[in-house]
């Protein structure tokens, strides 16, 4: 199975984008998913996670900004980001969770490529 993020770009603050995460090979649709963020110098921080029946979980910082959605026909889980801030300006990568809900990247055991995402003020 391979992971490929996509969707990010440069946009100005307030802006929205969406990232798509695609994966090939096997279906992930038993899985959970999640999205996680490395800005510059900092370590990879959890965003969102959504479980194989639908259920999500979010960072404090981006609760009510972001969604976590994902369409198991498509193979495909996507991550909805408004009122973006400078703050959120990261690559953002996605990851396939092996076990229980985790906000930890130790506990996913696949990750796509990331793709940047810059926001400007």
């Known amino acids: 199975v391979q992971l490929q993020a996509s969707g990010g770009g440069l946009v100005q603050a307030g802006d929205s984008l969406r990232l798509s995460c695609a994966a090939s090979?096997?279906?992930?649709?038993?899985?959970?998913m999640g999205w996680f963020r490395q800005a510059p110098g900092k370590e990879r921080d959890f965003v969102a996670s959504?479980?194989?029946?639908?259920?999500?979980y979010y960072a404090d910082s981006v609760k009510g900004r972001f969604t976590i959605s994902r369409d198991n026909a498509k193979n495909t889980v996507y991550l909805q980001m408004n009122s973006l801030k400078p703050e959120d300006t990261a690559v953002y990568y996605c990851?396939?969770?092996?076990?229980?809900?985790?906000?930890?990247?130790?506990?996913?055991?696949?990750w796509g490529q990331g793709t940047q995402v810059t926001v400007s003020s």
């Open positions: 990851a396939r969770l092996r076990g229980g809900l985790s906000t930890q990247p130790a506990s996913y055991d696949l």
């Open positions: 090979g096997r279906t992930i649709s038993s899985y959970a």
């Open positions: 959504i479980s194989w029946a639908g259920g999500t």
